[in-house]
């Protein structure tokens, strides 16, 4: 039974940064592909970067540049680093595992952590 467990959200103050953190059980870190998606109120959730295990990575326009994805096999964690953080980052965050379709899309992952709250304000 494969299950992700999100941790590391909060409230930081713009250009400030977090890194969020993936517990990964029951799912093999040879050949999983994972994925970072957010939701704020009132709004679709939104990808944010899509990842595989070999480290090849893709990255929404809206964070490029700003967010780094990482990982330790040892853990079997992955690791979103968010810097130059911004108000409208702020949404519940959610790793997602094993697409079957467009990377891109919420509605092609199998399995989805509960999501942590990421809030950016002054």
């Known amino acids: 039974q494969v299950q992700l467990v999100e941790s590391g959200g909060g409230l930081v103050q713009p250009g400030e940064s977090l890194r969020l953190s993936c517990a990964v059980s029951?799912?093999?870190?040879?050949?999983?592909?994972m994925a970072w998606f957010r939701q704020a109120p009132g709004s679709e959730r939104e990808f944010v970067t899509w990842?595989?295990?070999?480290?090849?990575?893709f990255y929404a326009d809206s964070v490029k540049g700003r967010f780094t994805v990482s990982r330790d096999n040892t853990k079997n964690t992955w690791y979103l680093q968010m810097n130059s953080l911004k108000p409208e980052d702020t949404a519940v965050y959610y790793c997602?595992?094993?697409?079957?379709?467009?990377?891109?899309?919420?509605?092609?992952?199998?399995?989805w952590g509960q999501g942590t709250q990421v809030t950016v304000s002054s």
């Open positions: 029951g799912l093999m870190f040879s050949g999983a592909e």
């Open positions: 990842f595989i295990w070999t480290g090849v990575t």
């Open positions: 997602a595992a094993q697409p079957q379709g467009d990377r891109r899309y919420a509605r092609s992952y199998v399995h």
